[in-house]
């Protein structure tokens, strides 16, 4: 398996514009997590979804951060309009809640710089 | 609610020495317990996981961590450091009952090797 892939791998852009991110998780994965990682306040989950369905949003800074699943192989994560304070590196991680396992795979993460 | 305390956000260790990286954790129910590691520029890997198996876990590059009930710690060694160790380390536990999915980590320790 490819693992867990996230494109792009580097995203610079201008404030006020739109950035999306996007995931595909490992294959029989039954959750993904999008994460959110700055020196300042380390890693952050954002929102995670089960069979497709996001379960908890309460990560998400506000409302300019929208995630979406709308297949098992497929997500986007969309910061619309963008701001410098949302310059992260964004990692999308995937795993499946079978009986003791949990063990969740990370991509390599999408860095973003807003100007 | 779980969590988990990782203590030292920053350890050095001399080549060929003992590594030691603390954490405790605080749950209500029989945790489920990871340690991932980050290297550069990359994603989180995971090195090993508790799962109420047996209390010695063995990971990946030489790593393991004991689970200590009576301490509330899951402490990570290994026995000689290598350059090639030299990463961020994170503790995390699994949140509620363990059928969320969702990982709490912990703030994270980087591990400086010397030379």
């Given at each position: ?7 792009p ?6 404030m ?6 996007r995931?595909k998780p ?7 997590f ?10 952050e ?5 089960n ?11 506000e ?19 963008s ?6 590196v ?5 795993s ?7 063990e969740?795979?990370?991509?390599p ?5 807003v100007t | 609610a779980?969590?988990?305390?990782q203590?030292g ?10 590594v030691?990286?603390?954490?405790n954790y ?10 991932y590691?980050?290297?550069p ?42 350059m ?23 703030q ?6 010397k030379?």
């Open positions: 398996d490819a693992g867990v892939i996230q494109s791998r580097h995203e610079v852009t201008e006020g514009q739109e950035v999306t991110l995931c490992i294959s029989g994965h039954d959750y993904l999008w994460y959110r990682q700055t020196m300042m306040r380390g890693l989950l954002l929102i995670y979804f069979n497709n369905v996001p379960i908890d949003d309460s990560g998400m800074p409302d300019r951060f929208s995630a979406k699943m709308p297949n098992a192989s497929f997500s986007t994560l969309k910061i619309q309009p701001e410098p304070r949302d310059s992260a964004y990692f999308c991680a995937s499946f809640g079978g009986v003791h396992s949990y969740q795979y990370f991509g993460g999408t860095r973003l710089t | 779980q969590s988990v305390t203590l956000s920053h350890v050095s260790v001399s080549e060929g020495a003992l030691l990286l603390r954490c605080s749950s209500s129910v029989p945790p489920y317990l990871f340690w590691v980050q290297y520029n990359q994603g989180l890997q995971l090195l090993l996981k508790y799962t109420s198996a047996a209390t010695l876990v063995k990971g990946i590059n030489g790593f393991e961590a004991e689970f200590k009930k009576s301490e509330t710690s899951f402490h990570l060694t290994k026995p000689s450091a290598h090639s160790d030299a990463a961020e380390y994170f503790c995390a536990v699994i949140h509620g009952s363990g059928n969320t999915g969702k990982l709490i980590f912990g994270g320790t980087t591990l400086q090797v030379p």
